[in-house]
């Protein structure tokens, strides 16, 4: 009796929510599961929150001009009504008095099949109930977060996944590159979503080149073999020297539909009367991979669905550079980090003549994105600078000019963030140096506030922040004016090339990529951009880059999105016996009280603009103090100014 209770329920709750949705994209959303967020906790004046899981189901029109971007959709399977079918996971947190909410669905565009605004505003999140919505900053503001499955070879357990249809009949080499860190046979996580057609084929190859930029070297087929994506050399591999497996696969999935998925989720929750999750605005945000995923969605056009009704009201791409994902091709491999080959033409938003190509186009002013432009943040760190190429989104693709961002856009670089933070207190993995510890989701916070504002009544959000070459805030590599003692300068860094871009006949890839870079201070800090008080009134040098260590070899090249930390010394004997250029911690400052007031004197101007949130100011100077007592050991001493 109770099992019919319970199966009874779950089909009332399908049938409550979900609507009739004839002649839609979204063909049917089934909710199977339904229950309180963080055990029913309350989230400030909004109150609490339920989760819904299920299904989206849809039915896309493939003669749809809108879908004639999606590559290989004409071998998709069709319906007995012509329309090529497909479905993804969806999960949806929502207040559970919609009137409490603020009207604002937020799209979290899952990276790898798990949410990344929960952890940027709210994190960390954890798997727990308890943790699954952080400190609860998105949920209190009463935003309704959905999520929605996007990306094929999404595996691990409890990923957001799309099940994307076959390009059947089609055969072909599937190929990726990794860089290892010891001779083990590797699992190639980027071919995780192909098996190979025939392991011993003859038209498998591996590749091995010593160093970035350097020639390839075919490896005899004899000394390696292949086991589902997991290739095994004789001998073992060479730490740090880049590796390239390609091998033959069949009948790859359409991996462009998750761009559909996305765009056709999100009419349904702007335009279904009746549908579980009902929103005024919509928002787009991902990091990282997903912030090149969201650069791509516009740039293919997706913010137009098929009925050419704008989708998002504004997006967010965190953390994405220059780059793309390799999504929306065929042999699609969304995982990969893409160090070398990230950035393709065209980098900026406005359409500009390709000196290399001559091709003319924009990620925003071409024929399939000019239409529906939303309101558009780009926020990154360092990183993007060093790794993938950020400073072309804002120059002339040649990197020898500013250009002006247009009005619908703010550009905010986080000064001396590196793209994956490491922890607190500081601890070196795999790079020459420590960890960069920076905490982003200050800024974050303030940002998407800002753009609350701005979608819902049309406030004005802070300037754009970030380094120009005009006022020589923005340098080529080779002059950047960095001397840090015991960390290999990145001046001779090596900066890539363009990718490929399917949608140009001329791309120019494989054409070298200038490097341009933010210059920095006497402490090898950016001297422009978002300083957050930890790099204004700093106690350490932060960057965006830190090269491999010696134990995983490659130490030429960078350890992908890394960053490192350099403290300053304690006291000037200290800084003199190493050599150090850098005034000491004891030489900047009088004592650790007047260390904090300074830090506090340099978060009020930017909470005054709108870069922090006054809310958070405390947590700032918290993290400051714990930060001087770690590295001058005397928690409550005062330290005499040393001159």
Not at 89 to 118: E, H, K, Q
Not at 243 to 256: K, M, Q, R, S
Not at 424 to 450: C, H, I, Q, S
Not at 529 to 551: H, K, S
């Amino acid at each position: 009796m109770k099992r019919l209770l319970f199966h009874v329920a779950r089909v009332l709750v399908v049938l409550l929510v979900v609507p009739p949705l004839a002649g839609a994209e979204v063909s049917r959303v089934d909710i199977t599961s339904r229950r309180d967020v963080a055990g029913g906790r309350s989230f400030g004046s909004v109150g609490p929150y339920e989760r819904l899981a299920g299904r989206i189901f849809f039915a896309i029109d493939p003669a749809s001009k809108r879908n004639q971007v999606i590559a290989d959709l004409d071998k998709a399977p069709r319906s007995a009504q012509g329309a090529v079918e497909f479905s993804a996971d969806i999960a949806i947190f929502r207040p559970r008095d919609p009137a409490r909410g603020n009207g604002i669905a937020l799209f979290d565009i899952v990276n790898r099949g798990g949410t990344v605004a929960l952890n940027v505003f709210s994190g960390p999140v954890t798997n727990t109930p308890e943790g699954e919505a952080g400190d609860g900053f998105l949920l209190a503001r009463g935003y309704t977060i959905v999520q929605v499955g996007w990306e094929f070879d999404a595996r691990r357990e409890g990923a957001i996944r799309i099940d994307a249809p076959p390009a059947t009949g089609v055969t072909g080499l599937v190929r990726a590159r990794f860089i290892p860190n010891n001779r083990d046979a590797a699992t190639v996580g980027d071919l995780v979503g192909y098996m190979p057609a025939e392991p011993n084929s003859p038209q498998n190859t591996l590749r091995v080149r010593t160093v970035l930029g350097a020639a390839w070297t075919t490896v005899p087929r004899d000394r390696w073999t292949l086991a589902g994506n997991t290739v095994t050399l004789a001998g073992g591999f060479e730490a740090g020297q880049t590796y390239e497996i390609a091998y033959l696969a069949t009948n790859p999935p359409v991996a462009g539909l998750g761009f559909a998925a996305v765009r056709d989720a999100a009419a349904w929750v702007r335009n279904t009367p009746g549908a579980a999750v009902s929103a005024k605005y919509l928002l787009a945000f991902g990091s990282s991979q997903t912030g090149r995923w969201v650069r791509d969605f516009l740039y293919e056009g997706f913010n137009s669905d098929e009925r050419n009704r704008q989708v998002f009201d504004a997006v967010m791409p965190h953390l994405a550079g220059g780059g793309g994902v390799v999504l929306d091709e065929r042999w699609s491999t969304p995982t990969s980090l893409l160090m070398e080959t990230a950035t393709h033409f065209p980098f900026a938003d406005a359409r500009m003549r390709d000196p290399v190509t001559g091709v003319e186009e924009g990620l925003l002013e071409n024929p399939r994105a000019a239409e529906h432009q939303p309101k558009i943040f780009y926020t990154y760190s360092d990183t993007e600078y060093w790794e993938r190429s950020v400073a072309l989104t804002h120059t002339t693709p040649d990197g020898s000019k500013d250009i002006t961002p247009p009005a619908n856009v703010r550009l905010y670089h986080l000064a001396g963030a590196p793209h994956n933070s490491g922890p607190f207190p500081p601890a070196r993995a795999n790079g020459e140096a420590t960890d960069n510890p920076y905490e982003k989701r200050w800024a974050m916070r303030a940002l998407l506030v800002a753009m609350e504002k701005w979608m819902r009544d049309g406030t004005p959000p802070p300037p754009s922040r970030y380094s120009r070459l005009q006022d020589g805030t923005l340098v080529r590599a080779r002059d950047l004016a960095f001397a840090v003692p015991g960390v290999s300068s990145p001046r001779a860094a090596y900066a890539g090339v363009r990718g490929t871009n399917r949608l140009l006949s001329r791309d120019g890839a494989g054409a070298p990529l200038p490097l341009l870079v933010p210059q920095v201070d006497r402490d090898g800090n950016p001297k422009a951009g978002l300083r957050m008080p930890d790099v204004a009134v700093p106690l350490a040098t932060y960057t965006g880059w830190n090269f491999r260590n010696a134990r995983i070899g490659g130490t030429e090249q960078f350890f992908p999105l890394a960053g490192a930390y350099v403290p300053f010394a304690a006291t000037r004997t200290d800084r003199e016996r190493t050599g150090d250029p850098r005034p000491s911690i004891g030489e900047r400052y009088q004592s650790r009280e007047q260390y904090l007031k300074q830090v506090q004197d340099a978060a009020a101007p930017l909470v005054k603009d709108g870069y922090l949130l006054a809310d958070d100011v405390a947590a700032i100077v918290a993290r400051a103090g714990e930060h001087w007592d770690l590295l001058t050991r005397r928690p409550t001493t005062t330290a005499r100014a040393e001159r």
